[in-house]
C-alpha cells in the first residue's frame, strides 16, 4: 500500500519491495528505497528526515486539524497497518521514542489518539510499556489502545485494516 500510495503521489517509479531480518528480534521487516527526489520534496514541505525513534518528530499541524472523516479513517488505516496490532481482545498502537531529556509518548501516537477520537472512539493511553536499549540509547515504548468491544465495533466500522488483521476483529466480535 505504501508503494502504491508514493506511486499515485509522485508518479510511475521502479522499486522493490525487500524483505529483511531484524539482527536484534530476529523479526522480517520490510524496506522500500524511495527516489531521492520524494525525499527533497518532503523535507522541503516540512518533513525531518531520520529515524523517527531518534528523531521524535513533531507532527505536520494541519494533521491535527483533519475535519474530514475520510481523510481520518485513512491516516489511521495506513498507522494501525504499519505499526498496529489485534490482540485476542484489543486494538493497539505502540511507537517507541529515544529517552533524550524527557521521557514521553512519540508525538505521532498522541496525533493517532486524537485522530481516533475525533471518530468518537474511545482510546486508553498512552502508557508507557517498556523500555530498552539499542544503539542510540534508553528507547521508551509507549501504546494506545481499544478494549471495550463496543469501541472495538467502532473501529471495526470506521476503519478496514490489512485482511489478516481485519479477519482477527471479526473473530473477535462476532464469535
Given at each position: 500500500?505504501?508503494?502504491k500510495?508514493a506511486?499515485?503521489?509522485f508518479g510511475?517509479?521502479n522499486?522493490?519491495?525487500?524483505?529483511?531480518?531484524?539482527?536484534?528480534s530476529?523479526?522480517e521487516?520490510f524496506?522500500i528505497n524511495?527516489?531521492?527526489?520524494?525525499g527533497?520534496?518532503?523535507?522541503?514541505?516540512?518533513y525531518?528526515s531520520?529515524?523517527?525513534t531518534?528523531?521524535n518528530?513533531e507532527?505536520f499541524?494541519?494533521?491535527?486539524?483533519i475535519?474530514?472523516?475520510?481523510?481520518?479513517?485513512?491516516?489511521l488505516?495506513k498507522?494501525?497497518?504499519?505499526?498496529?496490532?489485534?490482540?485476542?481482545?484489543?486494538?493497539?498502537?505502540a511507537q517507541?521514542?529515544?529517552?533524550?531529556?524527557?521521557e514521553?509518548?512519540?508525538?505521532i501516537l498522541i496525533?493517532d489518539?486524537?485522530?481516533l477520537?475525533?471518530?468518537?472512539?474511545?482510546?486508553?493511553?498512552?502508557m508507557l510499556?517498556?523500555?530498552?536499549q539499542?544503539?542510540?540509547?534508553l528507547?521508551?515504548?509507549?501504546g494506545?489502545?481499544?478494549?471495550?468491544k463496543?469501541?472495538?465495533?467502532?473501529?471495526?466500522?470506521n476503519?478496514?485494516?490489512t485482511?489478516?488483521?481485519?479477519?482477527?476483529i471479526?473473530?473477535?466480535l462476532?464469535?
Amino acid at each position: 500500500e505504501f508503494l502504491k500510495d508514493a506511486q499515485r503521489l509522485f508518479g510511475r517509479f521502479n522499486r522493490e519491495i525487500k524483505s529483511r531480518i531484524s539482527k536484534l528480534s530476529k523479526r522480517e521487516y520490510f524496506v522500500i528505497n524511495l527516489p531521492t527526489v520524494i525525499g527533497v520534496i518532503l523535507i522541503s514541505i516540512g518533513y525531518t528526515s531520520g529515524d523517527k525513534t531518534k528523531n521524535n518528530l513533531e507532527t505536520f499541524k494541519f494533521l491535527g486539524s483533519i475535519k474530514s472523516n475520510i481523510l481520518i479513517r485513512e491516516y489511521l488505516k495506513k498507522a494501525f497497518n504499519d505499526d498496529g496490532y489485534v490482540g485476542e481482545r484489543c486494538i493497539g498502537l505502540a511507537q517507541a521514542s529515544l529517552i533524550k531529556d524527557k521521557e514521553k509518548p512519540a508525538n505521532i501516537l498522541i496525533l493517532d489518539k486524537i485522530l481516533l477520537e475525533k471518530l468518537g472512539i474511545k482510546v486508553h493511553g498512552p502508557m508507557l510499556r517498556k523500555r530498552y536499549q539499542n544503539r542510540h540509547g534508553l528507547c521508551s515504548v509507549y501504546g494506545i489502545s481499544i478494549s471495550s468491544k463496543k469501541e472495538i465495533k467502532k473501529f471495526y466500522d470506521n476503519i478496514r485494516l490489512t485482511d489478516y488483521k481485519q479477519k482477527k476483529i471479526e473473530s473477535y466480535l462476532f464469535n
